[in-house]
């Protein structure tokens, strides 16, 4: 079986945390994913804030390392990648982030960010080609080329300018995106345009992606696979549909309760007052929401809870459930549409 | 263009007629808005943020005003407590309250009335928590500024009530902003708003920078010190999930005019501006899966708004009429509120 496109393998990273520091974060703690794109993957990871979700980002794209466990580009430690391999990894990833403003300069017109990918990767020979390239990048995200080159960043959208930036993601080729909150900056009204575009990428170009948000109704309409984080670690992976209709972590029944649904027949359940934000005295030693869970019991005090299987495509950290079997994390891939035991992908370089 | 087409004449407006229809006697209106216009004047022309908004605002109410960025939903909320900056202006128009006109007030007179009268929570209003202040002291500014005079055990006593009130430890008054969490700091801001116990408050976006989990929180804690009060909610937003959730009335704003106004379960159920209709439409559920459908095309510049009804260039029902006339809102059953010529045969 040929090695997955992008492995993260018991990664942890730890922020701070020097002999005499005593602000020691641990942002993500053990996890382990498999993205492939031999069927291309559609995964989300879904977190509040401080759950971690874009430290896995930038673990995933390079952009920092783990303090511990590795992240395997096609098998290979990224931290041991060739000049040459870097190039490629660099040009197969992508990344889309949530403020696309941020990304533009402001004194170059637009075309300037489609048109350094194309020079630096040498994507073209001549002039007319790179426009070509440029042209159809665009279309493919639903933007008329001759309504958008020429302009200033500013004489876009928001929605206009986050589409360019999955334009000149796809310009390269890319056999992944990591998309971390991508709608999170743009009006209903458009959000609905920019996700309907990725799964038409995903669909027609055969991209997998990685949709990371907070937003568990966007996840839900858009991924086969979902991963919920919470403070860095993973407390229900599987399949989108039951996990969400039928969550079973206590965390994730609480995200989901906690979603204003449009729809003023399916209420708000009472969420009661807020539980007292005491800090456990060692967040490190037992499960993360043991300090807001209604079923806290002595085991959750004591050690974090592992994955239990509760069914063939779902787990759950939670001792709700300890009599399902344990999936150690380095093989949570099971449980995903696209894991090493959903078929063996056939070879492919 | 300096003549602005309006949503009706100043004296006998829409909503006017929506109180007399709906409220028999039970509800009294408390805020009346009559053809407010704000614009914000560049240098390339005024831009249009409020064009022509009429709507009441009833005692104890939550209304809802719902729109994309740009649509004037801020600014709308804004003038009515009179706190818009240069460039902005606000160009004509009424916002009576008791019987006042607060646009006429003087402005020693106006800032009376915030805070004791009408309130706001603001948009981010945790981060314009005195970084250097504890709590007790941010809470100390707002009463001294309305001339509220307290000895020691009475302010210690109100800070206790309105902590509390708002779900926070009384110790939290000991506390600087940088010490709470974004939920923590938020429900401050509503303890302040409330601290002189106004009729009205206008809350723009109280919870867009909070968790899913912590949102729900707070808005909770909102509508409880709200009933508490016998407050009307202003709360603006973009987020539609939000107002079916916590308002009882919904009016959608679109290029600085209100589309739609109506009680919120007509307005999901049968939305009758093409705008709300496709809004609600691309919006994801947690029900079956389905092709996303966003509304084609881009919200309108307010600098160069279109002729005739705003929404004309991305409306599937548009029509010669729409290119040339702006639709006034305008009653077309009972309580609900259309500005689309699709109804122009119809009345309530």
């Known amino acids: 079986m040929t090695a997955p496109l992008l492995e993260a393998r018991h990664v942890t990273k730890v922020f701070g945390g020097g002999l005499f520091d005593r602000q020691r974060v641990v942002a993500l703690e053990d996890f382990s994913l498999v993205l492939r794109d031999d069927p ?3 995964t989300a990871v879904v977190g509040e804030s401080g759950s971690g979700k874009t430290t896995l980002a930038r673990l995933l794209l390079g952009v920092i390392g783990p303090t511990q466990g ?6 290979k430690d990224l931290r041991a990648l060739s000049r040459a391999e870097w190039r490629t990894f660099r040009r197969e990833v992508q990344a889309i982030f949530q403020d ?13 960010v489609l048109e350094t990918p194309i020079a630096k990767f040498g994507l073209a020979r001549t002039r007319a080609e790179a426009r070509a390239l440029i042209e159809e990048a665009l279309q493919a995200v639903g933007l008329r080329p001759e309504e958008t080159l020429g302009r200033y960043p500013h004489q876009l959208s928001g929605g206009q300018r986050q589409r360019v930036m999955v334009a000149r993601a796809l310009l390269l080729k890319p056999r992944l995106i990591i998309a971390d909150e991508p709608v999170s900056m743009v009006d209903a009204s458009l959000r609905a345009t920019i996700l309907e575009s990725l799964r038409a990428l995903h669909q027609q170009y055969h991209i997998a992606f990685l949709y990371i948000t907070h937003d568990l109704t966007t996840a839900y309409q858009v991924c086969q696979d979902i991963i919920v984080l919470y403070r860095g670690r993973v407390v229900e992976v599987g399949e989108v549909e039951p996990v969400v209709q039928t969550p079973e972590h206590p965390y994730t029944r609480l995200l989901i309760d906690s979603i204003p649904l449009p729809d003023p027949d399916r209420p708000w359940r009472a969420a009661g007052e807020p539980a007292p934000l005491a800090r456990q005295a060692d967040p490190l030693k037992g499960c993360r929401f043991a300090d807001r869970c209604p079923f806290t019991h002595a085991p959750c005090l004591a050690s974090p809870p592992p994955l239990y299987q509760t069914h063939p495509r779902r787990a759950v950290a939670c001792y709700l459930y300890q009599q399902a079997p344990v999936l150690p994390p380095e093989q949570v891939g099971a449980v995903l549409a696209n894991g090493p035991v959903a078929g063996p992908p056939p070879a492919a370089g | 263009m300096v003549v602005c087409l309006t949503t009706g004449p100043g004296g006998k407006t829409g909503s006017e007629d929506a109180v007399a229809v709906k409220s028999s006697g039970v509800t009294t209106e408390i805020l009346r808005v009559e053809n407010l216009r704000v614009y914000y004047h560049t240098e390339v022309g005024p831009v249009r943020a409020v064009e022509g908004v009429n709507f009441s605002l009833r005692a104890g109410e939550r209304f809802g005003l719902v729109g994309e960025s740009g649509s004037g939903k801020s600014t709308l909320g804004l003038a009515l407590l009179r706190l818009i900056k240069p460039p ?26 915030r805070l004791a009268v009408i309130a706001l929570v603001a948009q981010g209003a945790m981060n314009s928590l005195n970084p250097v202040l504890r709590v007790r002291d941010q809470i100390a500014d707002a009463l001294a500024d309305h001339g509220v005079r307290l000895g020691r055990a009475d302010f210690e006593a109100r800070v206790r009530d309105l902590l509390t009130w708002v779900g926070l430890r009384p110790e939290v008054a000991d506390r600087y902003p940088h010490e709470l969490s974004g939920g923590m700091k938020q429900r401050v801001c509503i303890a302040i708003a409330i601290s002189l116990r106004p009729r009205i408050i206008v809350a723009d976006e109280p919870t867009s920078a909070l968790d899913v989990v912590v949102q729900r929180q707070v808005m909770e804690t909102l509508r409880r010190v709200q009933e508490d009060l016998g407050a009307a909610v202003l709360l603006i937003g973009h987020d539609m999930g939000l107002m079916a959730q916590f308002v ?3 009016g959608v704003m679109y290029a600085g005019g209100l589309v739609e106004v109506g009680p919120l379960r007509a307005v999901f159920r049968e939305p009758l501006h093409p705008y709300t209709q496709l809004l609600i439409a691309s919006l994801p559920t947690l029900e079956k899966k389905r092709v996303f459908r966003g509304i084609p095309g881009l919200p309108p510049s307010l600098l160069q708004r279109p002729s005739g009804c705003p929404f004309h260039p991305r409306c599937p029902f548009a029509m010669p009429r729409c290119r040339e006339e702006e639709p006034a809102l305008r009653p077309v059953q009972t309580g609900r509120w259309v500005a689309c010529h699709l109804y122009d045969g119809e009345g309530a």
Do not use: C, S, T, W
């Open chain 1, 100 to 112: 696309p403003y941020e990304v533009y300069n402001p004194f170059y017109k637009v075309d300037h």
């Open chain 2, 248 to 250: 009882e009335r919904l």
């Open chain 2, 88 to 113: 902005g202006r606000i160009e004509g128009g009424a916002v009576h309250l008791d019987g006042e006109d607060l646009l006429r007030l003087p402005e020693e007179e106006m800032r009376q009335r």
């Open chain 1, 70 to 75: 590795q992240v395997l580009y096609r098998g």
């Open chain 1, 40 to 42: 291309p993957a559609f």
